[in-house]
């Protein structure tokens, strides 16, 4: 189990992550996208100038068709995003525009060439990129940009807003590994875009030093004395080592990383090209997010009285869109203090109308009102009251008693079905018994008449002359079927043309017995044959075979 945390650790520790939040904060943090279809290898551009920009960029942003250029600024000002870099293709020319957030400027690119981060690094013999690079923002190097020119000093400005500044005097060494170096040419009125890798190694001594420096042990099967491999440096090639000068030999102020570079030490700087690589050329410069005046063209060119009618126009533009927004209101504030007023006219009428309700039911009281209810409220009269003395539809809110009741009248509550007590079925049951059982000595009763009388005018259970209980079934004998058969008529011969001259349970003409298809000659068992003569018992003996 490790050591705790001291209280001056936890104290240090917080202190260290407050500045770096506060550092973080106070960078600038950019947004890399492409507007449109640009294509794969500008699309390739796109993912690295997000490399570029690290770690002070969005590295996955995603970009749908269907995003417009309010949505990133929107979003922009939550994340603290300050610049936008937006690539687009044209079928003539490629497009880069940068943007200050919230209000502008934004500055028009051409890229007139560009090369990929792969195709620099597949051109060089040896390469130095790895992600700890990536770790610290790459610091600013800006050449010939203090030329004449408004243009050429908004670019400027432009390029180092885009990145931290550095304080020379408190800055770590170790914090620098990438450079991006920008050239102005005047002539052309084109930029070069470089990004470069930093690498620092001490100078003073000779290769074969710098190897064992560097823990790399060279062939020595050909020396005869390790003195020659410190002095002169033998079997080693020219292209292992940079060839240093005056140009990239300077004295460190902190110790660098790598073995070698003390502090006071000479050592030499050397850049290796990483990519990407551009060509710019700036077209025009426009004022806020693209929809403001044109401060700057590269080809076309105004005159001033041109200028003056173009300012004239926006202004006039922007007092139409003023005075529209004032007739808004106005028109509004007028509709509220309308709503007010018949507000406050119909609720006067209302408390009019309840004071002479009021007036009339103390006068004349209801006689079917029981003690303690109070008289019904009539909010639909209130309502109509509203639409005679106003003219117009209430609102929804001013009459709420109204409209809930409404409501409830649509949609009533659930049907339930109604269950009774055991108690109230058992005593409907013996009630309904008692009304069928007949009295004694006389007809049975009957609920729907004082003595049993039905709607004929006939008692209930009163015979018709000629006819008794069993001639029911005859009542069916008159009527004829749909094929001119009666119900209930017999054929002729019908008892001996049934089951094959034979009567169910009778005898043939034979006079021989029905007998079953079961044992022949013989009663089944349990059963006593009857005799015809004096009724001798015969007893059963079962079939053989069987105890």
Known sequence: MGKSKTKHQKKSRLQANHVAEETYASAPHSFVFQRGKVGKNVGQLVMDMRRVM?????????????????????????????????????????NMRL??????????????????????????????????????????????????????????????????????HKVSLNAIKRCVLLNYDPESQEIEFRHYSLKVVPVGMSKGVKKLMQERFPNMNKLEDISELLIKGANLSESEAEQDGDHNITELPQVYSGRGNMAAEQSAVRLTEIGPRMTLQLVKIEEGMGEGSVLYHAVISKTEEEI????????????????????????????????????????????????????????????????????????????????????????EDMF?????????????????????????????????????????????????????????????GERQAGKK????????????????????????????????????????????????????????PGFKKKGTGGGAKQSFKPRKGKS
């Open 400 to 460: 709420p008693a109204v409209k809930k009741r409404r409501d409830s009248s649509k949609f009533p509550g659930p049907f339930k079905k109604r269950t009774q007590s055991p108690g109230a079925e058992n005593k409907h049951r013996s009630h309904s018994k008692s009304a069928r059982r007949p009295g004694p000595g006389g007809p049975p009763r009957d609920r729907r008449g004082g003595d049993g009388e039905r709607k004929g005018g006939k008692k209930f």
């Open 308 to 395: 003056q009618e173009i300012l004239n126009r926006k202004e006039a533009q922007l007092k139409e869109k003023s005075l529209r927004r004032k007739k808004q209101e106005k028109n509004v504030a007028e509709k509220k203090e309308r709503q007010e007023e018949n507000k406050k006219k119909s609720l006067a009428g209302i408390k009019r109308k309840h004071q002479e309700t009021e007036e009339h039911d103390s006068e004349v009281e209801d006689p079917g009102m029981q003690e303690g209810q109070t008289a019904a409220y009539e909010s639909d009269d209130e309502v109509e009251y509203y639409r005679q003395a106003v003219g117009q539809e209430p609102d």
């Open 469 to 524: 209980f069993g001639d029911r079934g005859k009542h069916f004998e008159g009527k004829m079927r749909p094929g001119g058969k009666r119900f209930g008529g017999k054929k002729h011969e019908d008892g001996e043309k049934k089951f094959g001259g034979k009567k169910f349970g009778g005898k043939k003409t034979g006079d021989k017995t029905f007998k079953s298809n079961g044992q022949k000659g013989k009663p089944r």
């Open 54 to 94: 690290e770690p002070f960029t969005a590295e996955s942003l995603k970009v749908r068709k269907k995003n417009v250029l309010k949505d990133f600024v929107s979003i922009a000002g939550p994340l603290g995003v300050t610049h936008f870099a937006i690539f687009s293709k044209t079928p003539s020319s490629i």
């Open 99 to 168: 943007a200050r957030l919230p209000k502008g400027p934004m500055l028009h690119f051409r890229v007139k060439k560009f090369s990929l981060i792969k195709d620099v690094v597949s051109s060089l013999k040896k390469h130095r990129m790895h992600d700890q690079q990536f770790t610290h923002h790459p610091l600013l190097v800006l050449n010939n940009f203090s030329t004449d020119g408004m243009h050429v000093k908004l670019m400027a400005t432009m390029f180092q807003n885009m990145f931290p500044s550095i304080n020379v």
